[in-house]
Structure formats: structure tokens, C-alpha cells
């Protein structure tokens, strides 16, 4: 079989070279930027949700936007969970191949 162009045999393969460690790690801080982004978004959409509270806007259309926005707050916060998990396996990963390169 032959290698693919990351380097990987694609299967049942032998590998021909190790981790590459320098773009794990970029992967690693690019996955980091975007989690803080959602943790920054998320906190500036929660602030501005509380601003809309039932003092500044009553109604039907009102409860029904504050608890589907519940609902998007949860999902957002299992995506940020997601990244944060991608993040640590990752970098469990790079210090498990670094270990084994030794």
C-alpha cells in the first residue's frame, strides 16, 4: 500500500516517519484560539440575553426567543466541551509520541 501524502500508509501499512510534533502542536493552538472564541462569544451573547430580560422585552415572542436561546446555550456549551476534549487528547497524543520517540 502506498503512503498518502500526510505521511500515513492508510491502513495496514507500516508508517515511515513519527508524529510531526510542530503541526500537531499549531493544530493544538489554533484548536485553543477558537475554543477561547467561543467561550467569549458565548459569554457576550449570554450578557446581552440577560439585557433582554422581561423588564426590557414581555411577550410571547420574548419567552419563546429566551428559551430557545437556552437550548443554544446548551449546544454551545457542548461544542465548547468538544474542542476542550479534542484539545486534551491532542496533547496527550503529542507527549505519549514524544515519549516513544525518545
Known sequence: MQ???DGGGGGN???THGMDFV???????????AKN????????????????????WGGNDAAD???????HATQLETSINSV???IKSARK??????????
Open 23 to 33: 503541526k500537531v502542536e499549531d493544530i493544538i493552538s489554533r484548536l485553543v484560539k
Open 37 to 56: 472564541e467561543l467561550v467569549e462569544a458565548q459569554t457576550k451573547a449570554n450578557g446581552a440575553v440577560k439585557k433582554l430580560g422581561p423588564d426590557n
Open 93 to 102: 497524543d503529542v507527549e505519549q509520541q514524544r515519549q516513544a520517540s525518545k
Open 13 to 15: 501499512s507500516q508508517y
Open 84 to 86: 476542550q476534549a479534542m
Open 65 to 71: 426567543f429566551r428559551s430557545q436561546w437556552q437550548k
Open 3 to 5: 503512503a498518502t501524502p
